[in-house]
């Protein structure tokens, strides 16, 4: 047992882990416009600055500074920011001391950094039922790439840095038939779940889908209202042979749920999600409810960073229900913990990392 870890389901992966000479951690980056809608999502400042965070993120990750705005994402909260959940992972990886690498799976705003790109389109809003406008060249790429990267690595650590990104993943799970609807998890208190319900609704029409009368392939269901990052990460596990961790939380069930189409066969003991206690607890959703209709072997890992004990006001509005996840938080604590560290000292550092 590992302090600030529990586990639902197999610890055979963190057994794994914990052996590897060479994880790698990859955050996958991505816009979709429909992150701009007023109120849907916390994961900026503004709904118009939502699209500079995935850019934001990336940037804060690789030089410790933004470039493309004027700040890196930060949700407000009273007088204190929540800090964008980057910091944790920068901080986590830097304890863990593993590799990271920047994908691009489609953002409207390009990170001034080295980054892998997958395709040329950003993503749409998915009222208009066409989300992604290049789903199979983003999965076909990231196919090559996991293939690439497993050659090279033992295991895969997969993060996203998305606005509005748990609203495409209920799009997709609805679009491929799963009970979704007030499940996913958000960035604020208060949950949108009846705007979420809406968007999708209307994304569906528009495609001209109805998932209790037709038969929606996963590449289709991302390309009606989903995002770039859903089809890169589905597409990376598809095309890697090696464990893997998923280093999110409702998010991450959308993309088992796509594997699940393309492979309905697939081994999910291969793949572990990684969360924090924010989103595992969070009454406004149920991660594992969605999980359960996808498969029985996904072993969930539930991350508590314990900022009930930090002195720094925007960690604690984490406890708030602010922020929760994102940027694979939970997965890259996950390693940081699994690889030897402390909460203690994960926790300090995260604090070091958000002054």
């Not at 889908?209 to 037709?214: A, E, I, R, S, Y």
Request: net charge negative; hydrophobic share 40%.
């Amino acid at each position: 047992m590992i302090e600030g870890i529990k586990t639902y389901g197999s610890d055979e992966l963190t057994k794994k882990l914990q052996e590897c000479d060479d994880p790698v951690f990859l955050l996958t980056i991505g816009t979709t416009e429909t992150s701009l809608i007023e109120g849907i999502s916390g994961a900026g400042p503004s709904a118009d600055l939502t699209e500079y965070t995935p850019a934001s993120d990336a940037e804060f990750m690789v030089l410790g500074e933004v470039r493309c705005c004027e700040a890196p994402a930060e949700t407000v909260v009273g007088d204190a920011a929540a800090p964008t959940p980057a910091r944790l992972t920068k901080a986590a990886l830097q304890v863990a001391n593993i590799p990271f690498v920047i994908i691009d799976a489609g953002s409207k705003y390009k990170p001034d950094i080295e980054y892998v790109s997958l395709g040329k389109e950003y993503g749409r809003d998915i009222r208009t039922g066409k989300g992604v406008l290049n789903p199979l060249e983003i999965f076909e790429n990231a196919k090559n790439l996991g293939a690439e990267l497993s050659a090279r690595h033992e295991m895969l650590i997969i993060g996203e840095s998305i606005a509005a990104g748990t609203t495409t993943a209920l799009g997709v799970l609805r679009a491929l038939g799963y009970d979704a609807n007030e499940k996913v998890s958000g960035s604020m208190p208060h949950n949108p779940h009846d705007m979420k319900t809406k968007v999708v609704d209307e994304g569906l029409k528009n495609a001209g889908l109805d998932p209790k009368k037709d038969d929606i392939d996963a590449i289709q269901a991302i390309g009606a209202v989903g995002d770039p990052t859903l089809a890169a990460m589905s597409g990376l596990i598809i095309g890697s042979d090696i464990p893997i961790i998923l280093a999110g939380g409702t998010q991450m069930a959308a993309v088992c749920a796509i594997v699940k189409s393309i492979q309905p066969n697939f081994d999910f003991t291969r793949i572990n999600l990684s969360t924090t206690v924010f989103v595992a607890g969070d009454e406004t959703a149920d991660l594992f409810g969605i999980l359960s209709q996808i498969d029985d072997n996904i072993t969930v890992n539930v991350v508590d960073p314990e900022f009930e004990k930090s002195e720094h006001e925007g960690l604690k509005n984490y406890l708030k229900g602010f922020v929760k996840e994102g940027a694979g938080a939970g997965g890259a604590m996950y390693t940081a913990l699994v690889l030897g560290n402390s909460q203690e000292r994960l926790r300090k550092r995260i604090e070091k990392v958000c002054k």
